[in-house]
């Protein structure tokens, strides 16, 4: 059986450069590539009809994935992740119509799943056999399993300060682990040194062009469980700002291929942490590029990413969007964590947390009208955050103590 490829080429995002599809690709002038479709085939291939008898997975738009028709995906079930409504949260924070796509629910518990999934997938397909890739957290897991998924080998890099629950499991999922006395990006050149001794494959995010394919199925889910009519505001915490990037490349796509009830897009919300916040820095200078920041410290670890090599293309986003980048004070990171699980019983991550406190901020300076369709991402689970949600717990004594704290 012969397969449809709907990829036309891949182009650089910093020159317009283009490559043939159907090699592997890293970088270009040391900036990413975008995989670029034919939007008009895939429209005339895919219906919305047909996309709704699909299984429920990313899998489903597959058109729009570097894959096509062919069937060769390493996958454990990712997506679709629910969109869930959030009236309590919401009340809180003083917006009326809010909802949290609810991320953590993927395998691995978090979002790196679906570009990881893909990343591996097209690794895989063109014959590779050793990953290597820097992490501030979740990608090391998720590499580690979709590598052990495919019969790769996985090779990660991390800050020996990392959760201690990302050092494990990419250990447990058969991958070699490295403890880095630095942060993501002095991983990050670890990985390009033993590329010369090992030749293994540089999995770094937006180092290769497919993982922020897999990451842009975010967007067409939300997409989609809206009835192709997008929100207002979409708050998303970034880190290398993949998932940002790969949304708002999916509403372009989706309206290239007239899918979309409206052509006003979502203000794209960029949310950082005051303890690591390049982008959020980058945006009030009103620059397109990022400086390093200094002494990047926060619990919320994906955002921990001081350098990003498509700080560009998450600037260009977020204005184009009408949006904003902003940092969220690290110290309230706990705080809305706690009331977000407590409203609405959500596994809410620190990263998260950072867009409901932002979200909450600006209603409160008028900067976001209560009305809006609001979306936030919960890119993770809490789960795997536990030495930051540590809290005490009292001993059992008396009925009357039990009867004071139902009270209380
Ligand atoms: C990686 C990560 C982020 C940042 O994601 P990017 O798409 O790289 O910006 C946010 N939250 C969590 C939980 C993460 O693991």
């Known amino acids: 059986m012969t397969h449809e490829h709907y990829v036309s080429h891949l182009e650089s995002a910093i020159d317009g450069t ?23 085939r895939v429209a005339g291939a895919l219906s919305k009809d047909t996309l709704a008898d699909r299984d429920p997975t990313m899998w489903r738009y597959r058109e729009l994935s570097p894959l096509g028709t ?4 390493v996958t454990l079930g990712e997506g679709m992740t629910p969109l869930l409504d959030c009236p309590e949260l919401g009340r809180k924070i003083g917006l ?29 397909k063109f014959g590779i056999e050793c990953l290597a890739l820097p992490t501030a957290g979740n990608a090391g897991g998720a590499a580690a399993a979709y590598a052990a998924r495919a019969g790769l080998k996985c090779v990660v890099f991390m800050p020996k300060d990392t959760p201690i629950v990302n050092q494990l499991e990419a250990k447990w999922y058969g991958a070699e682990v490295y403890l880095i006395d630095g942060l993501i990006n002095d991983c990050g050149r670890l990985v390009k040194e033993g590329q010369s001794k090992f030749d293994w494959f540089d999995l770094s995010t937006l180092k290769e062009p497919y993982r922020i394919e897999g990451k842009k199925t975010m967007g067409l ?3 989609e469980q809206l009835d192709w009519r997008l929100p207002d505001s979409i708050f998303y915490p970034t880190g ?24 006003v897009f979502p ?5 950082q942490s005051t303890g690591c916040c390049p982008i959020a820095r980058a945006y009030e200078q009103e620059e397109r590029f990022a400086k390093p920041f200094e002494n990047a410290q926060t619990l919320a670890s994906g955002l921990r990413v001081p350098v990003a090599v498509g700080d560009f293309m998450i600037l260009d986003a977020v204005r184009e969007s009408g949006g904003a980048a902003v940092a969220y004070d690290e110290n309230g990171l ?37 009305n809006e369709r609001v979306v936030i991402f919960n890119t993770g689970a809490v789960q795997k955050y536990v030495e930051a949600m540590e809290i005490g717990l009292p001993d059992f004594e008396s009925w009357e103590q039990v009867e004071a704290d139902l009270n209380g």
């Open 70 to 73: 062919e069937t060769c995906e």
């Open 240 to 263: 290398g700002g993949t998932g940002l990037i790969g949304m708002w490349k999916a509403f372009q796509e989706l309206n290239g291929m007239g899918w979309l009830d409206s052509d």
């Open 221 to 223: 889910e939300l997409a």
């Open 96 to 124: 009326e119509q809010l909802w949290i796509k609810d991320e953590s629910q993927l395998p691995t518990g978090s979002f790196k799943s679906r570009g990881m999934a893909m990343a591996v997938t097209m690794a895989k």
């Open 18 to 40: 283009r490559f043939e599809p159907g090699q592997v690709y890293t970088l270009h002038k040391d900036r990413p590539l975008w995989v670029k479709y034919d939007l008009e």
């Open 334 to 370: 706990r705080y809305w964590q706690r009331e977000a699980m407590v409203s609405e019983g959500i596994a809410l991550c620190p990263e998260a947390a950072a867009c409901v406190g932002a979200a909450q901020k600006m209603v409160e300076t008028g900067q976001l009208d209560p």
């Open 267 to 271: 203000k794209m919300i960029s949310v």
